[in-house]
């Protein structure tokens, strides 16, 4: 195990490398384009669309989006055949083909992720945004938002789509476009963690939600972003503070959860959980509620990186996002992986039956590190053959990250 | 504007299944509107339909026997004459005399003339002289029917076929093979005058023919049924419709029924449709009129909370183009665990189930009756007559009482140990006829 500190985790930043990626040769990091497939694309700085189909790489990706032209039709998921009516049947086996939200898949090589409606559940309430991202140190990020809407409120599947594409969103341009020097958030002072403390580790530390710039919580990091990358050209632009542009996705997906809101929600305006991990030398995680984020690898040290705001072994949630949420401070981990592993991101309805680390990471290792698709794959099936009784999101994040071709820092 | 008529289409089911059933009941409900804008079936007078020609063939039986009473051929006389003057303007028509043989009696001139005030007047008259004497084969009667109509391959093409008694005169075999020739080459309505006539033969002749049977009691009602039968077939606007019903992959469909306004059973006609998942089951012609029909397919069962299609069901018509689509309807499967759903029976589908036992517990315990098994007839009929009332289908209750009793000591319903042959047939006849499911 490391035995980097906390404090000089949290001083480089996204800077320095850490040991895993040391021990990796550097690779050009080679992205599939979700739009029409080409997997020559190249993350380059500036490059925001696809060379082959002009589809703006920015954008995160939920699986939720209309099918491309490039995609010819999906065959039958229960019998394979290749007509489906204008209904959604199959005209061979009769099945209804699943709504697009009733099973989500994005696979982008570099993180993948898998969103299913369960076999219980009459729609899907879970959201998932993906999206590799290249920071202003030519240093590749990725990154991974998990939301779960909470069903008794209404159109929780509004809220948790609406809470993943603005963190997201929020997450990519601010990475893209760095953080000026003069907003960095101070590192944490050194002294007795308050709770919640998730775990008791050299490597990981709870980032303290110190000096919220109070007043203007959601519209900060954007403005800060688009302030940033007006400057970039003048050189005062970091790389983006990963601690601060963390905790601006979680206010700016609170934000879009509560627009949803109506009058007509009888009191319970649409409303869901939140789980964002921000991959690159460190991790960085927020969340609240109970939706969580994991560390596995193959050598014993796997282990949880969140601590749910629930009461143990009850669901009832003591945070959330949306109208009344009364703007919660999220809980913030930065994490620093000591070896290649993946971090894992996930709503309740996978941990519901895998809840140990261990047991995670015996499913999706060591396969995820390589086709990190498969292992999301295996792990929703495992919830689907245990009973399915949730929906189930799993987003996979192989570590380290590629890096770029040619780093511009 | 469509040459067809227009056809509502209304489907009634429960689409939620337990996990693992198989069973999907539905009951297709179609409504045919005249594409002219007329009401129900016009009558004597009316419009030619839409510029279909119709063909009208009435076969009345000259055995001997018909003369026995005499009042029996008076009245076929009688009625095939208001049959005549019932065809619409302009229909062609003949009238065959059926005993042992079959003679077209008009016209006699080998090619069918349209009906006028000339022809009728000489077709009258021809039917006038008709007498009874010889024995009967129905069988060849279907044929030359089927001579005759073979000249208008296009026409909306109807048969009458009266008869006073068994199929005598010719094997069984025999029978069968003229039905199954005739089968898409026509339809018919069959009726039996006076006692000594089969009721199960003349139900083969009509079932197959997508026809009604009925019974003639009474010799003076013969000429307004005729009317109503004739009035009925010229009203028709499309000669050959078809249920075509595509199920999926690895399902059988358990059958295809029409309920109402009586019951059939489609399912043995089915013939292949338009590729290797579709079926085509004959509904013959169509006029401004409602019918039912209920469909049982058994599929794969599906994971909870899949849909599946289990049936779509298309009207299509078959033409010279091939076949046009009139109408369609889905039938749906949707597995759940919510018993209060999966266990809910469509009314629709209940009413008609009932109906289809009713039907099957007055047949049986007829035969139970007749055989003098009496424990086995009042179980059955018994069972009939709680159907009957709980359907409020008060002519079965009727007739049910005409061969039942209430047992003194117990105040149950049983069989009688001997009843009116007429009074069991008429019960036999009317027992397919159904009422109307009430709106959902």
Known sequence: MTTETAAQAGGTGAGGPAAGQEADPPMPLQLTCPNCGATDLVMEQGARFCEACGYGVDEPVTGEEEPSA??????????????????????????????????????????????????????????????PALGLDGRNLVVAVVCDGVSTSERPDEASAAAVSAAAKLLLTAIAA??????????????????????????????????????????????????????EPSGK???????????????????????????????????????????????????????????????????????????????????????????PEPHLIRFTPDGPGVVLVCSDGLWNYVDQAADLAALAMPGA?????????????????SGGHDNITAVLVPYPVPASAEPSA | MSQYPDFAFEINQNEFLAAGAREVHAVVTLTATAATGGGPAPSHGGAPASGKDNVEVIIIDCSG????????????????????????????????????????????????????YQSRAAAKEAVS????????????WLGQAGRIFDAHPNAIKHAILLTDGKDESETPADLARAIQASIGNFTADCRGIGEDWEVGELRKIADALLGTVGIIREPSRLAEDFREMTANSMGKEVADVALRLWAPKGATVRYVKQVSPNLADLSGMRVPGDNPLTGDYPTGAWGAETREYHVCVEVEPGNIGQEKLAGRVQLVAKDAAGATLLGEGKIRAVWTEDTDLSTRINGRVAHYTGQAEMAAAIQEGLDAQAAGDLDTATARLGRAMDLAVESGHEDTVKMLRKVTEVDPATSKVRAKAKVDKGDAMELDVVSTKTVRAKRN
Not at chain 1, 203 to 219: F, H, I, R
Not at chain 1, 305 to 318: F, K, N, P, W
Not at chain 1, 369 to 384: E, I, N, S, Y
Not at chain 2, 91 to 110: H, N, S
């Open chain 1, 70 to 131: 490039f995609q010819g039709p999906k065959p039958c998921v229960s019998c394979g055949g290749t007509e489906i009516d204008a209904e959604g049947y199959c005209t061979d086996c009769g099945d209804l083909q699943p709504r697009r939200r009733d099973r989500m898949e994005v696979d982008l090589g570099v993180v993948a992720g898998i969103s299913d409606r369960g076999l219980r559940h009459h729609r899907n309430e879970d959201s998932m945004a993906l999206r």
């Open chain 1, 178 to 231: 760095g953080t000026p020097v003069g907003e960095r958030m101070p590192d944490p002072e050194p002294g007795p963690a308050p709770a919640p403390g998730p775990v008791e580790t050299a490597v990981m530390e709870l980032v303290l939600p110190s000096v919220p710039p109070a007043g203007d919580e959601s519209a900060g990091a954007a403005e800060a972003a688009e302030a940033a990358e007006a400057a």
């Open chain 1, 237 to 327: 632009a970091g790389p983006a503070d990963l601690r601060l542009i963390s905790r601006h996705a979680v206010a700016a997906a609170d934000q879009a959860v509560s627009d949803l809101a109506r009058d007509a929600d009888h009191g319970n305006p649409p409303a869901c959980t939140y789980v964002s991990a921000v991959v690159g030398a460190e991790v960085f995680v927020a969340w609240l509620g109970d939706s969580r984020a994991y560390w596995l690898d193959e050598r014993g040290t796997s282990r949880a990186l969140t601590r749910d705001d629930a009461e143990e072994g009850s669901h009832a949630i003591e945070a959330w996002l949306g109208a009344d949420s009364g703007a």
């Open chain 1, 369 to 385: 590190q390589t086709d990190p698709f498969g292992a999301a794959a295996r792990l929703v099936q495992k919830a689907l053959d």
């Open chain 2, 65 to 116: 026997s018909m003369d026995y009473p005499r009042t029996k051929m008076m009245a076929a006389k009688e009625a095939t004459k208001v049959a005549i003057d019932t065809l619409t303007d302009g229909a062609y028509f003949a009238v065959v005399a059926g005993t042992e043989g079959a003679r077209v009696v008009y016209p006699t001139g080998g090619h069918l003339l349209r009906a006028d």
């Open chain 2, 129 to 140: 002289r008709l007498h009874a004497n010889g024995g009967t084969a129905m069988g060849r």
